[in-house]
């Protein structure tokens, strides 16, 4: 009882837990942003740039809309 006065646990409300489908859809978008930065990692690696030009962000943007479907 004295450990919850002192840390307040009364006032707190409780903290409801994601749905599953929350949860995986969190982790699916998050699996999706690695693999789009392992795509643009890549296309940088393979065409040596130092900086992005628009033509490299267009051509990246390609990768990437053929790497979602």
Same mark, same amino acid.
């Given at each position: 009882?004295?450990?919850?006065?002192?840390?307040?646990?009364?006032?707190?409300?409780?903290?409801?837990?994601?749905?599953?489908?929350?949860?995986? =859809?969190?982790?699916?978008?998050?699996?999706? &942003? *690695?693999?789009? @930065? +392992?795509?643009?990692?890549?296309?940088?690696?393979?065409?040596? =740039?130092?900086?992005?030009?628009?033509?490299? &962000? *267009?051509?990246? @943007? +390609?990768?990437?809309?053929?790497?979602?479907?």
């Amino acid at each position: 009882m004295a450990n919850v006065l002192a840390t307040g646990a009364w006032l707190s409300a409780p903290i409801k837990k994601p749905s599953f489908f929350a949860r995986l =859809l969190r982790v699916y978008i998050k699996s999706s &942003e *690695r693999r789009a @930065g +392992r795509v643009v990692e890549g296309y940088i690696a393979d065409h040596g =740039l130092q900086n992005l030009s628009d033509d490299a &962000e *267009r051509q990246i @943007g +390609r990768l990437l809309s053929k790497a979602g479907r």
